[in-house]
């Protein structure tokens, strides 16, 4: 059973950072995507960034470029995603939630994405 492993989030101001990391064992495969996700209240489920470990492609949605950053951290048979926020928005409050699937890589489709973590909450006061 894949495991997804979240962490980070909290309150902060605009304009102030947090850091999510997403951490996922057990994948079948060495190769599989991992994405980030938001839901605010009220609104659908977006994806945020991805990123396949297959080739180290990512993806970002146009809200958040120039402010989010994607690293990864690779030890045996774990994957860690971490995901910087910066210069954050009051409309980046939502769950985020960390997911993968295999492929293609693309967050723009969260219904595709299989395995989910269990979400951590970010609001940002204005």
């Known amino acids: 059973q894949v495991q997804l492993v979240e962490s980070g989030g909290g309150s902060v101001q605009a304009g102030g950072s947090l850091r999510l990391s997403c951490s996922v064992s057990?994948?079948?495969?060495?190769?599989?995507?991992m994405g980030w996700f938001r839901q605010a209240p009220g609104k659908e489920r977006e994806g945020v960034v991805g990123?396949?470990?297959?080739?180290?492609?990512?993806?970002?949605a146009d809200s958040v470029k120039g402010r989010f950053q994607i690293t990864i951290s690779q030890d045996n048979a774990k994957n860690t995603l971490y995901l910087q926020m910066n210069s954050l928005k009051p409309e980046d409050t939502a769950m985020y939630y960390c997911?993968?699937?295999?492929?293609?890589?693309?967050?723009?489709?969260?219904?595709?994405?299989?395995?989910w973590g269990q979400g951590t909450q970010v609001t940002v006061s204005s």
């Open positions: 057990r994948y079948t495969s060495s190769r599989y995507c």
């Open positions: 990123f396949y470990t297959g080739n180290g492609a990512t993806y970002y």
């Open positions: 997911a993968t699937r295999a492929t293609p890589c693309d967050p723009s489709r969260p219904a595709d994405f299989g395995y």
